[in-house]
Every structure is written in structure tokens, then in C-alpha cells.
């Protein structure tokens, strides 16, 4: 079945970096575009990013553009975020989540909490 | 940016009813909605896509319905498991996805 596992989580003080990972077993990752949503704590839920199946696209939340970057390895049916100038607001659990035939989400990790915080 | 609105913030209905929860697109959004489910401690789960699609594995008693900027999901017999929070998004017109606040289902 889909699996999709989150590491890389912790806390981090503001303006430093921080890079998660998302390991996916159960398919082909390299057929789906692949997704990062967000949950601050208590609060709903906010898109952050996808990138195509092929790497040759990427969109961004307004809130994280020129800050985090989307990434994959197919070879290694791996996603990435790396967020680099932290605020305290993208504290939050990261999720990864597995696009639909179109841009819902069909397939969910368990997350991993990133606090920023000095 | 598509704002999708969701009334009410919190449903309280008794074991065994109906729940209906509403969600409204900022502008229309045709019938690219998805519904999803989320309990405590959990990551969300797909319901409904296309607006009234059941995603695979859902319970018949879920559904959705709706197209435009006006949709419903419906739980037609309300389990003790169904007591949580549901989030709809529109994939219509991104980037950015969009979801709604969300709306509480709490037992009554």
C-alpha cells in the first residue's frame, strides 16, 4: 500500500535552515506529482508546494516563495523540502502528500513538526 | 487566490443523524473540489474529489455534491468515528491550492 514517511522535523531558530524528507514506497513514485501542506498548530491546513512527476515544474505558496524549495529524487522515490530563512510563522507539521490525476491529495504522510523558535 | 469558506465552524448533531456541512468558492470553481477527513493526532484523508466522487475505501453514507462556488458534503447516518473535522479545496484555478477553515462535527 502508500506509504509516504516524514523525517527532518525539529527546532530551529529563526533565519536558519532546515531540509525535510519524505520517503514513499507502495508505488511508482515517478508517475506523480508530489505535494507539501502544512498545519500550524491548531489551526487548517495550507498548501506549501508541488513539483511534477518530472521535476520540470514547481509552484510555490506565496508565503514561502524565494525561501523554501521543492525537490525529488525518483531514483531514490524521495521528496524534499528544503526551507532556508525561517520564520517562527512556518512553524507547523509538514506533511507530504501524493497528487490525485489532478491536484487533490490521495495519499498522506504522518508529518513531521517543525518549530522555529529562538 | 480562491478563498473557500466553510459554515459552520461547528456542526453538533446526535449519533445516527444527518450532518450537512457547506463549502463556498470565492468564485467558481466548476467541480474541482475534494473533501477531506481529519482526526486528532492523524493526517487528513481524501473522501471526496470532483465534487462527488468517493475516493476509494469511503463509506456510501459520505458524500458530496455541488458545482460553481456552492457545495455540500453529507454524512447520511453519523457514526461515533465521524465526529472530527473536515476540510474542503478547490484545485480549479492554482497555484495557490486553497482550503477551507474547516468545520468541527461534534456530538450533540
Known amino acids: 500500500q502508500v506509504q509516504l514517511v516524514e523525517s527532518g522535523g525539529g527546532v530551529v531558530q529563526p533565519g536558519r535552515s532546515l531540509r525535510l524528507s519524505c520517503a514513499a514506497s507502495?508505488?511508482?513514485?515517478?508517475?506523480?506529482?508530489m505535494h507539501w501542506v502544512r498545519q500550524a498548530p491548531g489551526k487548517g491546513l495550507e498548501w506549501v508546494a508541488v513539483i511534477s512527476y518530472d521535476e520540470n515544474n514547481e509552484y510555490y505558496a506565496d508565503s514561502v516563495k524565494g525561501r523554501f524549495t521543492i525537490s525529488r529524487d525518483n531514483s531514490r522515490n524521495t521528496l524534499y523540502l528544503q526551507m532556508n530563512s525561517l520564520r517562527a510563522e512556518d512553524t507547523a507539521v509538514y506533511y507530504c502528500?501524493?497528487?490525485?490525476?489532478?491536484?487533490?491529495?490521495?495519499?498522506w504522510g504522518q508529518g513531521t513538526l517543525v518549530t522555529v523558535s529562538s | 487566490e480562491i478563498v473557500m469558506t466553510q459554515s459552520p465552524a461547528t456542526l453538533s448533531v446526535s449519533p445516527g443523524e444527518r450532518a450537512t456541512l457547506s463549502c463556498r468558492a470565492s468564485q467558481s470553481v466548476s467541480s474541482n473540489v475534494a473533501w477531506y477527513q481529519q482526526k486528532p493526532g492523524q493526517a487528513p484523508r481524501l473522501l471526496i474529489y470532483?465534487?462527488?466522487t468517493r475516493a476509494t475505501g469511503i463509506p456510501a453514507r459520505f458524500s458530496g455534491s455541488g458545482s460553481g462556488t456552492e457545495f455540500t458534503l453529507t454524512i447520511s447516518s453519523l457514526q461515533s468515528e465521524d465526529f472530527t473535522v473536515y476540510y474542503c479545496q478547490q484545485y480549479n484555478n492554482w497555484p495557490p491550492l486553497t482550503f477551507g477553515g474547516g468545520t468541527k462535527v461534534e456530538i450533540k
Open positions: 502528500a501524493r497528487g490525485g490525476d489532478y491536484p487533490w491529495f490521495d495519499s
Open positions: 470532483g465534487a462527488s
Open positions: 507502495g508505488f511508482t513514485f515517478g508517475l506523480y506529482a
